[in-house]
């Protein structure tokens, strides 16, 4: 599975709140039975200002979502739906939130 692909969510309990999954587990770390995520909401659910760095948009098939990476989360292989996207040309703004959210910087 590779760093930066959106997945669907197949969790029938999240997925209306969080339809998307993105992926920021490094490749190398590909022999794990998880994988490291950061929930994708749709941008027009969240309501109220946003930390832009530490919560950035995306494109996914037309439509906007919203990086809520203080959700980051393990997550089983096993539970990723198909993928659906790749941010890997996002990978700066991906990794400056994710700086924030663990050094603060």
Known sequence: M?????HRNPNRATKAAIPLLLDVQSNL??????????????????KGGAIKILTPAFEVDGKMYIAVTPQLAGVPRKALGAQVADLSERRYDIIAALDLLVTGI
Do not use: G, I
């Open 2 to 6: 590779p760093q930066f692909a959106v």
């Open 29 to 46: 770390l590909e022999e794990l039975d998880t994988r490291v995520v950061v929930p994708l909401y749709r941008s027009a659910s969240l």
